[in-house]
């Protein structure tokens, strides 16, 4: 059955309130087998949901929602849609008034890189639980995480590929920072170190702490390692600088002569 039921969501006292404009928009639920139970202050519904409120879309099996809290629960095959990003999991706790909210079971963020820019493309995010910041434009993963950026040349291609143990991503900036055990890998090259910036718009990234970069050869395996403080890699060049404390073993390319690590005392870009 289809339901065309509008909730007005209630921001109460306490703590900063958000624009007036934010305020008033309501939840209008655009779709749902079994019609809406109502229990006092908390509303629930099942069976292919789908709500709306603002340009913000959110699906689920069975949705909860407490007034007294402002609070959405939403379980089973949960999909949430902005203008930002994408996220689909099992299950998904949306605060309402400070527009943010937790994902765990198989959370997955899909970022589209806007046809505007240089490259066109998508990275998909994953992680044990996932957290998001609609108003900050902030998005942070916990265990197991995974970041791969995918680009269009026309094909999809990998370009990148992140695994750590957190990560925090400002969308506004197009910066991240990933944490713990980081390890990352290009189809020209792998690293590893304590931490990673990820600069999007730039396209590079530094390791630091205890870095360490390497190659692969023609049939996948590790050559021309490189240890120092910090690695530089520039996306677009397939380039690599190692900065401070440097130890290295190079070799050109076989067939290009080119090295694509480069051991350096100073800044990145010194020939």
Known sequence: MLVALILVVCVRAGGAAPPAKE?????????????????????????????????????????TYDRRTDVLTAEGSVRLVNPAFEITCKHLIFRVKEDEGVAWGEPRVIQTIKEEAKKKGWIDLRGAQVKFFSRERRISALEDVVLTQWELRPRPELILRIRCRSMDALMEGKRSMFKGNVRVSTPELGATGKRLYFHQVDRKFYVVGDARAWNFDEKGKRTNMIVGNKIVHFLDDRRSVVLGGVTAQVYPDKKTGRRTLQAEEGQAGRK
């Open 23 to 63: 305020r008033s928009l309501p939840i209008k639920i655009i779709s749902a087998d079994v019609a809406p139970i109502h229990r006092g202050e908390v509303f629930t519904l099942s069976g292919n949901v789908k709500i709306q409120r603002g340009d913000t879309t959110l699906g689920a099996e069975r949705l």
